[in-house]
């Protein structure tokens, strides 16, 4: 039993990779997450004047879209943020961050459990 529970857990994850990466896609108030083209390795949101707006992302040679999980802030008489990062759904609101965490230890002490 305990075999086929880390056999599972692993394929899942495995599973998981084989798809490429999913981003949040969308506006500040009207985002989902989506599966982005094999191509895209990045998730990325801009936000100005409080409004976010959350895409996949093609790396670019040079500049913030080149390095993984990286902000960069433009003035431009208007503050401009750039966030890019390499996980999935990573360009979601803070709250994402807490439930894959919260996923993440619970089916590591239902493993232990089992275990």
Excluded at 20 to 47: E, F, H, P, R, W
């Amino acid at each position: 039993m305990k075999v086929i529970l880390l056999a599972a857990c692993v394929l899942w994850i495995c599973v998981g990779s084989a798809f490429g990466i999913k981003c949040y896609v969308g506006g500040s108030l009207n985002y989902q997450l989506t599966d982005c083209s094999s191509s895209v390795t990045q998730c990325a949101k801009i936000t100005t004047s409080g409004v976010a707006v959350r895409s996949c992302n093609v790396p670019t040679v040079t500049g913030a879209a080149a390095t993984s999980n990286a902000c960069t802030e433009v003035n431009l008489g208007l503050k401009i943020e750039t966030c890019v990062c390499s996980t999935d759904a990573c360009n979601g609101a803070a709250t994402s961050y807490v439930s894959r965490m919260l996923a993440v230890i619970l089916t590591a002490l239902t493993a232990r459990a089992v275990m």
